[in-house]
């Protein structure tokens, strides 16, 4: 059975497709790559309001130690004595190591305070930006709201 093309058969009989020149395949996916960096690369503040600071003292009741970031899931009760959970946005996990921190620094129950930028859209959703520990130990991430040293910069900026 032949395919109908208007190229001519090769060796087989069968019809030959038209051929794709991998300079454009190639140049093709290197665009699509560098249009898509930015959802790769860290955030920092993308999300969160500069003007909604928040501290919270709560007690972890889970922990995601994965990439992009740290996502600690925090139980901060209120003066009505309900629960509410935070998701505490933070480091990359390599960084926090590097910081001296593990999975064993946020042990479910294990109280900590935070101090960072609520979400934009008033969820509770928060980067933390100073996260204290029970023995004092602080972990410091940057704010990059202004883009600062650890942030992502697009090209050109």
Request: net charge positive; charged share 20%.
């Amino acid at each position: 059975m032949r395919l109908s093309s208007n190229a001519p058969p090769n060796a087989s009989g069968a019809a030959r497709l038209p051929r794709i020149h991998h300079a454009a395949l190639i140049g093709a996916f290197l665009t699509a790559s560098l249009l898509a960096v930015p959802m790769w690369a860290h955030h920092g503040s993308t999300g969160f309001d500069r003007n909604k600071r928040v501290h919270l003292v709560g007690k972890v009741s889970l922990l995601e130690w994965s990439n992009p970031h740290v996502v600690i899931h925090l139980d901060v009760g209120g003066a009505d004595g309900k629960i509410d959970t935070w998701l505490v946005n933070t480091i990359p996990p390599n960084t926090a190591r590097r910081q001296g921190s593990s999975k064993d620094s946020f042990e479910v129950g294990t109280e900590i305070s935070v101090d960072g930028y609520q979400a934009s859209d008033g969820s509770n959703h928060v980067n933390g930006v100073i996260i204290v520990l029970p023995d004092g130990k602080k972990i410091v991430t940057p704010d990059c709201f202004d883009n600062g040293p650890g942030c992502y910069r697009p090209a050109g900026r």
